[in-house]
């Protein structure tokens, strides 16, 4: 008796993949993510809730379905649009991360602490608190709200994915070298940061933080903010002590500014106008219907 | 060698195979299967909710209509936050059946009266710990068994009546919620022996007696209360009781088990706030200097019921509760000093103070003699954190507000009354 005979002759391959997508319902939200960002950008914007792409540790409530529509239509102008107005669209395509993933509340740590956003590797970009989209956009300062808990996540990981593609001028951690402290960021104030030449409390992480954060900060404000910073970091500071953190400032923002003209092409300032003018334009948008 | 192929043989007999579908296939006539029943059920779901990993906390109901593109439909008998969502109003979100390691029920988008059971806070984490994916382990067209997929609770969610008309079935548990809760005092009872006291809320009960604790949460039902699952009072199993209004008490249904309203030991009646003998003392700041105030007070009945009691620098409204006998004096508004001088009693904790008019004080026992009832009171969980006086602050509008807050007046600490017998 050959082995060949064992096997059961009667059994025949299913025509139906067990590899089947497990979610196949596509409403028109998901028809608009897949026409607007998909399809041109390669990018998934995930704002169904799943805890297998979440954090598991954290405790989430999902994104409500009208704030995502209008936090992903907020994305699609200020984000994607302002670079593709500026560098082109194969350049947003090449360089933003591939999910975007929408969190309904914040992500508390312990302690009580919140997560403003994650990153994982470029790839996966995370965005809590959707759920407080309108509030936000019902305040005055509704872009200050925007660039505090989205935007200047947004583009703080895209700065990463930036230099992890082409290396910035070696340079730039020179200048502020033996002032990055890792996780203690957070225990030294803004004030402190501007005095020592640094745009945010987070700069102080490492030198790739203190890289990106100066984009971050220079393309979601305008140019009286950035003013006031350089003024501040270089003001005497209460105890009569003198500082030079402003011109330090000017000095790694010229590196930042050489490194996007002369390795990705585009001009810093122009990207800014083009963030500044589009956040603008988002007080007149219908950010509600889906086309 | 014969014998292993025949038994190699034996397993090829499809008679002999425990499925007969590939698991994945299984999986997907599984979900449709789901799904079907889920929309079928035309007037929707009543999904029993039991928050915590030991449904500790209370039991609501939640109404949910599925249809077949992916939209449900929500309300819900209680609503623990003010979050601009009130019991009863319609909610749409929406719902997918995944594969995970079974057929799973996500509610994907955020929902207020579903995902309020798991959302965190900054103040409380983990929030009340319940799931918003429950793998189906049971499912008919009329019951659907869920397992919460992160807590590991089982809840039931059973078919609503075809007229159950939503809106109206909403309101009679939220008033029955009140009616329960408002028995406040109770005492259980095995047939006529008294098991012990304690409290019910709108959420759960507790009584305490000399052999020990009877606890639960509960949901409410058309006719009274329902808890998660049987527990066992005085030999027997209890898990739904009917409310009677006349006798004031919750009946075990199929037992002599009841949950009955009793007076507290300390009740104060009506009447004798109002012709009792009242002493008012507390502490005050004047002259940059604490000083002890003390003075006979007197109680007058307002037509809304509330009391106004004399005896301080100005009269001051309480508010009497007939369900324990005692009294909460709450943030108000006390008298205009001068032109543009509007003076509040302002819930304080020594560094901040409100104007909330629901924060305030509650009356408690503090000690209870043949001769003397002394009143003390305590931070009512409204306003500020750790309340311990009121501040007598003075607004440059009737509107108080951050922009019209003018100065401090005095302050009242160790407010007391004593009712002499």
């Not at chain 2, 500790?56 to 449900?72: N, R, T």
């Not at chain 2, 059973?158 to 809760?181: F, G, H, N, Q, V």
Request: charged letters at 25%; hydrophobic letters at 35%; aromatic letters at 12%.
């Amino acid at each position: 008796m050959s082995l060949a005979s064992v096997s059961c002759s009667d059994d025949s391959l299913d025509n139906r993949s067990i590899f089947d997508t497990a979610r196949t319902e596509q409403n028109d939200f998901d028809k608009w993510i897949k026409k607007n960002f998909t399809d041109p950008y390669n990018v998934d914007i995930v704002y169904k809730l799943d805890d297998n792409i979440s954090d598991y540790d954290y405790d989430l409530a999902p994104a409500e379905y009208n704030q995502s529509v209008k936090l992903a239509k907020i994305i699609k102008h200020v984000w994607f649009g302002a670079y593709d107005e500026v560098a082109g669209v194969d350049f947003t395509r090449q360089l933003v991360p591939r999910t975007i993933h929408f969190v309904g509340s914040p992500a508390y740590k312990g302690d009580g602490t919140m997560v403003l956003g994650t990153a994982e590797g470029g790839l996966v970009i995370t965005l809590y608190m959707v759920n407080n989209m309108n509030k936000y956009l019902s305040q005055d300062n509704y872009m200050e709200l925007l660039n505090h808990y989205y935007f200047k996540t947004m583009h703080h990981e895209f700065g990463h994915i930036l230099h992890q593609k082409k290396p910035y001028d070696t340079n730039f951690p020179k200048i502020c070298a033996g002032l990055y402290i890792g996780g203690d960021w957070y225990l030294h104030s803004e004030t402190e940061a501007h005095q020592l030449g640094f745009i945010s409390q987070y700069s102080r992480n490492m030198e790739y933080d203190d890289f990106v954060e100066l984009i971050a900060n220079y393309v979601t404000h305008d140019q009286e903010w950035w003013d006031a910073a350089v003024a501040e970091g270089n003001a005497k500071g209460s105890d009569g002590t003198t500082h030079n953190g402003g011109d330090i400032l000017e000095e790694k923002l010229a590196i930042v500014k050489a490194y996007c003209r002369n390795s990705w092409g585009f001009d810093l300032d122009e990207l800014r106008d083009a963030v500044q003018r589009r956040s603008k334009e988002l007080s007149t948008m219908d950010l509600t219907t889906l086309n | 060698m014969v014998a292993v192929l025949a038994l190699a043989q034996t397993s090829c007999s499809s008679d002999d195979r425990v499925f007969d579908d590939s698991s994945a296939n299984r999986m997907e006539n599984a979900i449709n299967e789901y799904k079907e029943l889920l929309v079928s059920a035309e007037n929707g779901w009543c999904l029993e909710m039991f928050p915590g990993e030991k449904h500790e906390y209370l039991g609501a109901s939640i109404y949910l209509k599925f249809d077949k593109d992916g939209k449900v439909t929500a309300t819900s008998d209680y609503h623990p936050v003010k979050d601009g969502y009130n019991v009863g109003d319609l909610f749409e979100s929406r719902y997918e059946l995944i594969k995970q390691q079974g057929p799973l029920l996500s509610f994907i988008t955020y929902n207020p009266f579903v995902h309020i059971w798991s959302e965190p806070s900054g103040s409380d984490v983990d929030g009340y710990e319940s799931d918003y994916e429950f793998v189906v382990t049971k499912a008919s067209a009329t019951e659907f068994e869920l397992k919460g997929r992160k807590r590991g609770v089982t809840l039931h969610m059973y078919a609503l009546d075809k007229d159950t008309d939503w809106k109206k079935s909403i309101t009679e548990l939220s008033d029955m919620r009140k009616k329960c809760a408002a028995l406040k005092t109770i005492a259980l009872f095995s047939g006529s022996n008294k098991l012990g006291s304690g409290k019910i809320t709108e959420t759960d009960f507790k009584v305490s007696g000399e052999n020990g604790v009877y606890k639960s949460s509960f949901l409410i039902t058309k006719t009274g209360i329902k808890l998660y699952a049987p527990i066992n009072i005085d030999g027997k199993s209890v898990s739904e009781f009917t409310y009677n209004a006349e006798a004031k008490e919750l009946n075990a249904v199929g037992s002599d088990v009841k949950l009955a309203f009793e007076k507290p030991a300390d009740y104060i009646d009506l009447d004798t706030y109002l012709n009792g003998d009242w002493t008012l003392s507390l502490t005050y700041y004047v002259s940059k200097t604490e000083k002890k105030y003390s003075r006979k007070a007197k109680f007058t009945l307002n037509e809304d019921g509330t009391l106004t009691m004399t005896g301080a620098h100005f009269p001051i409204v309480c508010n009497y509760d007939d369900g324990t006998g005692m009294i909460s004096i709450k943030t108000q508004y006390l008298t205009m000093l001068e032109e543009g001088a509007y003076l509040f009693l302002c819930q304080c904790n020594g560094q901040s103070l409100t104007w909330d008019y629901n924060s305030g004080f509650d009356g408690y026992t503090s000690s209870l003699t043949d001769k003397q009832h002394v009143i003390k009171f305590k931070d009512n969980g409204m306003g500020v954190n750790n309340a311990n006086s009121f501040y007598l602050y003075v607004f440059t509008s009737s509107k108080p507000s951050g922009d019209t807050m003018d100065g401090t007046y005095t302050y009242y600490k160790d407010i007391t009354l004593t009712l002499t017998k």
